[in-house]
């Protein structure tokens, strides 16, 4: 399986950004035979990897890091086996490397929590976020 992000950038704290995060390979039939969710994942030079935003494929609730509420809101499009995650009012403690992640199905209950190995991952994309 393979997850390809776009809409990384460089812009001016208060600006918005929305990136996208396309499946294909085992998962270009549709996302949802293969993940039960979907997340989005950064990681700051010299930081921990931070939990941003899962979200179910199926029905169910949507949870968000501390840092991001209110302005973050992650969506899919499994028509187009898409995921994006639309960030508004970016401050400069957003600049990070963003990864798109899916977890897979045998795991049914959604978080931010689950070991790397339980995810399928993207290559990341740059944000950077000037004042």
């Known amino acids: 399986v393979s997850l390809v992000e776009s809409g990384g950038g460089s812009v001016q704290a208060g600006d918005s950004l929305k990136l996208s995060c396309t499946a294909s390979g085992d998962a270009a039939s549709g996302y949802e035979h293969r993940w039960g969710c979907v997340a989005w994942f950064r990681q700051a030079p010299g930081q921990q990897r931070e939990g941003v935003a899962v979200?179910?494929?199926?029905?169910?609730?949507?949870y968000y890091g501390d840092s991001v509420k209110g302005r973050f809101r992650i969506s899919q499009d499994k028509a187009k086996n898409t995921f994006y995650l639309q960030m508004n009012s970016l401050k400069p403690e957003d600049t990070a490397t963003y990864y798109c992640?899916?977890?897979?199905?045998?795991?049914?209950?959604?978080?931010?929590?689950?070991?790397?190995?339980?995810?399928?991952w993207g290559q990341g994309t740059q944000v950077t976020v000037s004042s």
């Open positions: 992640a899916g977890l897979h199905s045998s795991v049914t209950i959604c978080g931010l929590g689950y070991s790397s190995t339980w995810w399928d």
């Open positions: 979200q179910p494929v199926g029905a169910g609730s949507t």
